[in-house]
């Protein structure tokens, strides 16, 4: 068997005109899809500003360290919750 040394710049510059061209389709084609895309994106995400509507944050509950009266067992406790818009105290809220 025959046993020729061959240097690695013998096969880099074939492989190199290769992966020129080939990283040039790439590049144009990645092009291509990401105008595509940026372009889909943005219209999506203009739609869906249209649509969102955000419910406003609502109040659970209430503390106070020096007490406050429950609004049905009139008891003093530090924490109050809101239940059907009063505030009560936990024995007296609705978990449900």
Known sequence: MDM???SLDDFASSSDEADESTAE???ADSETATETVDET???ETE???DTITVEPARITG???PEGTACH???EEVE???VDD???VCGACKDWN
């Open 47 to 49: 739609a869906e500003e």
């Open 62 to 64: 209430q503390w106070s």
């Open 85 to 87: 818009g009063g505030r």
């Open 79 to 81: 924490r109050l919750w």
């Open 4 to 6: 020729k040394e061959t």
């Open 41 to 43: 994106a943005i219209a």
């Open 25 to 27: 389709d790439e590049s």
């Open 72 to 74: 049905t067992c009139g």
